[in-house]
Structures are given as C-alpha cells and as structure tokens.
C-alpha cells in the first residue's frame, strides 16, 4: 500500500526556478485598448514528471488617456502547468488590483478595483535561460463603472524573458 502511495507521489527535480522579464501588449477594457509594458516574475517548483506550481506576479502600466493620470494593473496568480527545457505552458486563478484609465464612447474615466480571473503563460526558450513570454489574462471586473460597462478586461502581452 505504502509502496504504490509513493509511486504516485512527485518528487522535486530541480527545486525552485525563477523567470522574469519584461513584456509589451495592450489590454482592452471599455472599448478603447491601451498600450502595456509589463514587468513580471515567476517563482517554479519543478517536479520530475514535467508538472510545475508557480506564483506568477504582473505589473501592467498604461499611458493616460486624455489628460488622466498613469494605469496600474497588478496581477497575481498561482498556475499549475508543464515545463520542459524548452517550454512552460502553465494557467490557473488570478487576482488583480487596478487604478487606470478607461474609454467608451467619447467619456473617459479613471476605474479603480479587484479583479478575479485566470491567467496563462506560454514561455519559449531557445537558449537555456533566454527566452519570449506570451501572457494572457482575462478578468472580470467588479463594481460598476461608466467606462466599464461590460466588467470584463482582457490582457495580452509578449516579450522576453529570462529564468535562472
């Protein structure tokens, strides 16, 4: 009995693998979509199956939108996914706070509030510890907003990324 348990239990590969970079993109919320440059950090464990765990954190900056102040939109997440030495596919839940800009129909607004989601990476690296991040969130905002009818806000961004 305790023999089979074991089999089944994962064993740590390498133990923990960090990556981070960062990546460009634009994010729709309203119906206007903005420009993003996001900074991001992942934290891995690794198991020798290819399964991973990781906590995933996005910060997203956004230009102002006539005459408003700079966007913030933090996202937090914990995956679960596959890695290879060449690949990590991972998605799971997230969590975003939010303070931007936002566009509908000729009014602009400034939206601020928390987000629940979900969140995927795919990570390519040709080299060992070079690679291209494509991040995609999609959130669903909460209270209600004139710029933000809809409540939903979709996130994608691509650019490099470096694990070690």
């Keep these: 009995m305790c023999a089979g348990a074991l089999a ?7 133990a923990f693998a960090w990556a981070g970079g960062v990546s460009a993109g634009g994010m729709l919320a309203g119906t206007t979509p903005v420009f993003a440059v996001s900074p991001h950090l992942q934290l891995a464990w690794r ?4 399964f991973s ?3 995933f954190d996005m910060v997203n900056l956004f230009p102002p939108l006539r005459g408003s102040t700079l966007g913030i939109y933090n996202t937090s997440a914990i995956v679960v996914g ?10 799971g839940p997230a969590f975003s706070q939010f303070s931007m800009p936002s566009c509908r129909r000729g009014y602009c607004g400034h939206s601020s509030g928390l987000a629940p989601g979900i969140h995927g990476q795919v990570n390519i690296y040709p080299s060992d510890s070079f ?4 991040s995609g969130n999609v959130d669903w905002l909460t209270g209600r907003s004139l710029t933000l009818p809809d409540g939903v806000a979709a996130l994608i961004v691509v650019g490099p990324v470096v694990r070690w």
């Design 131 to 134: 690679g291209v991040a494509v």
């Design 53 to 55: 765990v990781a906590l």
């Design 8 to 14: 089944f239990a994962p064993s740590p590969a390498a």
């Design 47 to 50: 198991f020798d199956s290819g």
């Design 82 to 91: 596959f890695a290879w030495s060449w690949l990590d596919v991972s998605a």
